[in-house]
């Protein structure tokens, strides 16, 4: 296996009784990547997780982690390895500073001035019992514990839920941090944002399938890019062109007129508005929630 893969998973399938959670799951993740993974909600995405932790086992298809069997092996990977899950449960009568030594011991990693940094960052107070813990404080802690440690690999399970934006940040800014020390991280979201901000590269994954997945431009000719133009002669029979959709008419001013194109289209697209003499041009290229939107928008007309 090339060194430079950290996690790969092949043709993995995990069935729960006669529902068939996963189906053919393949999707690797590199040395020094944040990989994106998401999905709506029942996806798959958490399943998909706990196979790569080794806490259920894949009817068929192979997950390895370093080398490694991630079931077979657990045990040995989990030593490389930092998780935090969406909705963390803690000892109530310990407090939170107890909490993250004891993670950090756990882990054969000791409390450093780094743990004491995060902390701070965080904006956590360390000697409030856990049982006193608003979910965003919960949710710190796990990610104190695990920012604070030094794993090859890091898996992120929805980690931001419960936390404010400013806290968000702090989150992107730590894990940028570890994308540059050549740390590969696993990110799965609803923060579409968040994806965008970090991930390299990005899997969809819808109904226990992977039906997406690249880089934000390897996906970008999936959605279409929004135009604003106005044109000194009336270019309303753009509408005629393949690849052009919503086109919209100004009230105000006839020659300005809005619509979205396929990417393929851009270039037919500029040619007729040039003939048509552009006096100004605006373009919104697609983002990762358009994308996102035509997924659900299939679900619901299903």
Not at 158 to 186: A, C, R, W, Y
Not at 270 to 279: E, G, P, R
Request: charged letters at 30%; aromatic letters at 8%.
């Amino acid at each position: 296996m090339d060194e430079k893969v950290v996690l790969d998973i092949q043709q993995v399938q995990k069935k729960f009784g006669k529902f068939e959670a996963l189906k053919n799951i393949t999707f690797q993740v590199h040395q020094g990547e944040v990989f994106g993974f998401i999905g709506p909600n029942g996806a798959g995405k958490t399943t998909t997780i706990r196979t790569i932790l080794g806490i259920i086992q894949a009817d068929a298809g192979s997950v390895q982690l370093f080398g490694e069997d991630a079931w077979k092996d657990r045990v040995k990977v989990h030593q490389r390895l930092a998780y935090v899950p969406g909705d963390v449960y803690l000892w109530p009568n310990l407090t939170g500073g107890e909490i993250i030594d004891l993670f950090l011991k756990m882990n054969g990693d000791k409390h450093t001035d780094r743990t004491d940094l995060l902390i701070q960052k965080f904006d956590l107070d360390p000697k409030k019992k856990a049982r006193t813990y608003s979910k965003g404080n919960r949710q710190k802690v796990a990610l104190i514990a695990a920012f604070s440690q030094n794993a090859d690999f890091y898996i992120f399970d929805e980690p931001t839920s419960g936390l404010d934006p400013l806290m968000e940040e702090v989150f992107q800014e730590e894990v940028l941090n570890l994308k540059n020390q050549g740390k590969s991280i696993l990110l799965s979201s609803h923060i579409l944002s968040e994806v965008e901000r970090m991930c390299d590269r990005i899997g969809i994954i819808r109904k226990g399938e992977i039906i997406e997945q690249g880089t934000l431009d390897d996906l970008r000719h999936l959605t279409r890019t929004q135009f604003t133009v106005t044109t000194k002669t009336d270019a309303s029979d753009i509408r005629e062109i393949d690849g052009v959709h919503t086109v919209k008419l100004d009230q105000q001013n006839p020659k300005k007129i809005y619509f979205s194109a396929d990417t393929d289209a851009i270039e037919e697209v500029m040619q007729f508005l040039t003939d048509k003499v552009i006096v100004g041009i605006q373009s919104t290229p697609p983002t990762l929630e358009d994308l996102f939107l035509r997924y659900y928008k299939q679900d619901a007309g299903e």
